[in-house]
């Protein structure tokens, strides 16, 4: 249940703000449909390659998959691609872009999610930071260099099912196998310069900002990275989360899914 006196107290919050920091976790992708790859909601299985069980999962999310076992972590992500590519965002992104728009300074998005769902809304690259980076761009394996390259032409002309050694996507620069440029466990190999880049970008924005109010969208505890961002940031915190709601210091926890309490949010703001 949601508690109503505190969703009155997160929606005067969003009224007053002059900037809203929106912060999401894998919980405001499942909304959308989309499995959660820390394999709580057991989808995992289904996009293993043939002979895999979901015990193999584990290995596919370490950093030297894809130079230790690159036909296997090519077929499990290339399904995962194409599983994130049908998704549509849900009606959430649109409503928290609509409150943005209200406020001075707009919005900016802090999300470790990597399927690009906030560009695909209509958000401003330019306002998004992917602490995790993307699987919307590539990077070289190894890395030869710093070179990223959108996924768009790559993932056009691959099929997870039938790919081999010889088919995998190639790093253009030298050869080597290519990878998303997206961050894994231990992963000693990802190409950080795009999420740099938007760190900057985050830093000059919130600088400008003098009554920010940060939304935190369905993040987990297991890999705190938005919880820790969202804590971070001056002002109140308005917490969304079906089960670990709890907020420590200004700000309130409202029990949920992201788009119910959303939705919740969204009828309040509308009576004014
Ligand atoms: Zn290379």
């Known amino acids: 249940m949601i508690n109503t006196s505190e969703l009155k107290r997160a929606s005067e919050w969003l009224r007053n703000a002059d900037g809203i920091v929106i912060a999401a976790g894998a919980g405001m992708s499942v909304d959308s449909g989309l499995p959660d790859f820390r394999g709580t909601h057991g ?123 010889s088919t995998l996507p190639r790093c253009p620069h030298c050869g080597h196998v290519a990878r998303p440029n997206f961050l894994l466990f231990d992963d000693h190999h990802w190409v950080e310069k795009r999420t740099a880049a938007q760190w900057e970008r985050m830093g000059t924005w919130l600088r400008a900002v003098k009554r920010p109010v940060v939304i935190e969208l369905g993040a987990g505890t297991a890999v705190p990275s938005v919880r820790m961002f969202a804590e971070s940031v001056r002002g109140p915190l308005i917490r969304i989360n079906p089960e670990e709601y709890d907020v420590a210091g200004e700000g309130v926890g409202l029990q949920g899914t992201a788009l119910d309490v959303l939705d919740a949010l969204d009828a309040l703001l509308a009576t004014n």
């Open 43 to 165: 989808l995992w299985t289904s996009l293993l390659p043939a002979g895999m069980t979901e015990r193999d999962v584990g290995s596919l999310t370490q950093g030297d998959c894809f130079l230790d076992r690159p036909v296997e972590a090519w077929q499990f992500y290339g399904r995962a691609f194409q599983v994130c590519r049908q998704l549509t965002p849900h009606r959430g992104y649109a409503m928290l872009a609509r409150w943005a728009r209200r406020v001075a300074n707009g919005a900016f998005v802090f999300t470790s999610n990597v399927d690009g769902h906030f560009q695909a809304a209509g958000y401003d690259e330019a306002r998004v930071l992917e602490c995790h980076g993307t699987m919307n761009f590539m990077q070289c394996g190894k890395p030869c260099g710093a070179a990223i390259w959108p996924s768009d032409s790559t993932m056009a002309n691959v099929d997870p099912d039938a790919l081999t050694l």
